[in-house]
């Protein structure tokens, strides 16, 4: 007669120390984070509330797209006001310039990452210059 063979999980379950047996998984771990801490005296889950945000654990992602830091034609123009030279220089700081205000004073523009037509358009009609 042929014996059959119990599964090697099965015979390893007879053993005391269960050695070889893997059965430790996320389960019996109790949770990620600061899972667990409201079961004990002085270690309530209200704890974490700062300033009306709760603390506990992580929340939302980081986000793997970087936004251009941007700048508009009429906050460009509020610096430029400011200044005495009839020709403003204006260092973009490789920031988006866009076109949103008005140009009151010529301006040049220089080390820009990207710009729209509208401010373009605006600077250049003020008497000012973009330069690539």
């Not at 939302?60 to 936004?67: A, E, L, M, V, Y």
């Amino acid at each position: 007669m042929v014996v059959k063979h119990r599964i090697k999980s099965i015979r390893k379950l007879a053993n005391e120390d269960h050695s070889g047996l893997r059965r430790r998984g996320s389960g019996n771990r109790g949770g990620v984070g600061k899972a667990g801490h409201g079961k004990r005296m002085k270690q309530k889950k209200f704890s974490f509330i700062v300033d009306g945000k709760v603390d506990y654990g992580k929340h939302g992602f980081t986000s793997i797209h970087k936004r251009l830091k941007t700048i508009t034609v009429g906050q460009i123009s509020e610096i430029a006001e400011k200044s005495d030279s009839k020709k403003f220089e204006y260092d973009a700081d490789y920031k988006k310039i866009l076109g949103t205000g008005d140009v009151r004073k010529a301006i040049i523009i220089t080390n820009y990452s990207g710009i729209t037509e509208k401010a373009k358009d605006k600077i250049v009609k003020a008497g000012g210059e973009v330069k690539e």
